[in-house]
């Protein structure tokens, strides 16, 4: 008999991303949340207590795919094309996306979930999207194989507004339907095909859970009913107490104050409500976790689980957004797809949950979610950027607990494409791709000696830091710089500016000269773009 050829061996790949989901949210990280099958990945593989994202949905979703910085990706900002290649909304053409390089390899790419790197998209006017076109390119158009989500930047969980699957608009919603728990099935029907066909895979899922709006299946809710009712002030600091209690960081940081934009929850008049928010928002990491566990027993039933790689990460920390009628709520269509009404915003003591219900948990849960650290979503102290990393690959590295080394969404296409033995492309459809900016994680996973060569940038919305060894050099929009060693004080609490200037001087003249590079521009020229783009008269964040 002639030989046969030898099998597939190289390792999966998934690629999991959580949605506004601040850093103590985990059990693994202090969280009363139940979520024992992230704990276990964990558990029996690496946790990284120092990986970085850049604060927002949409530029870290473009870091993390290219490997590039979100400017050089095509977006600095958002959605909206604001003029320049830098903040065109949608991925540019010398980027190049995980499943690009990983496809011309031979892998077979999946996605399921939110893209949300393809421009902007209003839901209340879907006649008007142009899905596919040149400034709102399709997963399928950026290197996957199979897509099956949403293009946009949130949804509806019972009742999507727009859901594509491969290159077809999915018209019809079950009434059973729920966001998290149909991606979940696509990605599982994905790697089934997958695996039948002797393909090594990389599958990318990319949750909205637990973004807004606040939905959840009631059973779920059920479990945290009464969870919250001693307020956020007695959870935040018993996530603090449990973080230290497992080693989460290297030291016990003391914990930030309070926001000062969150009350005291003494003071808090509608208590119960405030509970069921929060219940709510559990429920839904809950359910994401759950489907986690689904996930990995079906890699054990397809005899894939051992050979693949899984990495777990969020977007950005927990979202201070108050979702009010005439805000964000706006953009979203008001009735559900079999007729319902729905009450768009926060309405006090609408309890949410159900899918006539549109609601956020706002700044005092999202300073829990965010323990031990300062501030939230969109700012580039730690509490908007800071996010565990849960890596598993029991073929490719022994369990170690925990490692505290500063790392960035940047370098989860190197660390992949060292896992893989891929090549990474320096020229895909007739463009040349820029050099990829990241470094790979793979020695640091296996508990070899490794150190970041680079410093780590960022900027948002004027909100502006660079990361240097063990210090950090960071500003709010209009506010003087700060500065701050992460290593004896990573909660921001003593600020060393003016204590050493020549450092200071040289870490900003390296932030100056990156962001000059990559086309950053000022935050007072850029909103006033954005706020035309998006026909509102300001933003709350």
Request: aromatic fraction near 10%; charge should be negative.
């Amino acid at each position: 008999m002639p030989d046969q050829p030898n099998p597939d061996t190289r390792p999966n790949v998934i690629l999991i991303l959580a949605d506004d989901m601040g850093f103590a949210d985990l059990g693994v990280t202090g969280s009363e949340i139940r979520t024992p099958n992230i704990n276990a990945l964990a558990r029996d593989g690496v946790m990284l207590s120092a990986m970085y994202n850049c604060a927002r949905c949409c530029p870290t979703r473009a870091s993390l795919l290219t490997g590039l910085y979100p400017h050089n990706a095509g977006v600095g900002h958002m959605g909206a094309n604001l003029g320049t290649p830098a903040y065109q909304g949608f991925l540019r053409n010398d980027s190049a996306t995980i499943a690009e390089h990983l496809r011309a390899s031979g892998y077979r790419t999946l996605m399921s979930g939110k893209w949300h790197v393809a421009g902007d998209f209003k839901a209340r006017n879907i006649d008007s999207w142009k899905v596919g076109d040149v400034d709102h390119p399709t997963p399928r158009q950026r290197g996957f194989d199979h897509f099956y989500g949403i293009m946009d930047g949130a949804t509806h969980f019972f009742s999507p507004h727009y859901m594509l699957e491969d290159d077809r608009r999915v018209e019809v919603v079950p009434d059973d339907f729920y966001f998290t728990d149909a991606i979940t099935d696509k990605a599982i029907g994905m790697i089934e095909g997958a695996v039948s066909d002797e393909k090594p895979f990389f599958l990318y899922l990319a949750h909205t859970a637990p973004h807004w709006p606040l939905h959840a299946h009631p059973e779920d809710i059920a479990r945290y009913d009464g969870v919250y009712d001693k307020g956020w002030d007695h959870v935040r600091t018993a996530r603090h107490e449990e973080m230290n209690g497992q080693g989460v960081f290297q030291q016990g940081w003391a914990i930030s104050p309070r926001d000062t934009g969150v009350h005291p929850w003494g003071d808090e008049a509608n208590k119960d409500w405030e509970a069921s928010k929060m219940a709510t928002y559990a429920a839904m990491v809950d359910r994401m976790d759950q489907s986690i566990g689904r996930l990995i027993a079906a890699l054990k039933q397809l005899d894939q689980f051992d050979n693949t790689l899984i990495l777990f990460l969020s977007d950005n920390g927990g979202c201070a957004e108050f979702m009010a009628e005439d805000g964000w709520a706006q953009f979203y269509p008001d009735v559900t797809h079999d007729g319902r009404k729905i009450t768009m915003g926060n309405v006090v003591d609408l309890r949410p949950g159900d899918a006539q219900t549109f609601q956020s948990y706002d700044k005092p849960w999202a300073n829990v979610s965010n323990a031990p650290f300062r501030l939230f979503k969109h700012y580039v102290h730690e509490g908007g950027i800071s996010t565990p990393l849960v890596a598993h690959w029991r073929k490719g590295f022994t369990p170690r607990g925990t490692a505290h080394a500063a790392c960035h969404v940047v370098d989860i296409l190197p660390t992949i494409l060292e896992a893989t033995g891929c090549t990474y492309q320096t020229e895909v459809g007739g463009h040349e791709i820029q050099p990829m900016q990241g470094e790979s994680l793979m020695d640091l996973l296996r508990d070899k000696e490794w150190e970041r060569v680079q410093p780590i940038f960022w900027e948002h919305e004027g909100n502006a830091a660079i990361r240097s060894g063990p210090f950090k050099l960071v500003r709010l929009h209009g506010h003087d710089w700060e500065l701050y060693d992460m290593e004896a004080d990573r909660t921001e609490l003593t600020n060393l500016i003016g204590k050493n200037a020549p450092r200071e001087k040289d870490m900003l003249a390296q932030y100056e000269a990156w962001a000059k590079e990559i086309g950053v521009m000022d935050w007072d020229v850029v909103l006033p773009r954005l706020l035309e783009a998006w026909n509102m008269e300001s933003v709350d964040g």
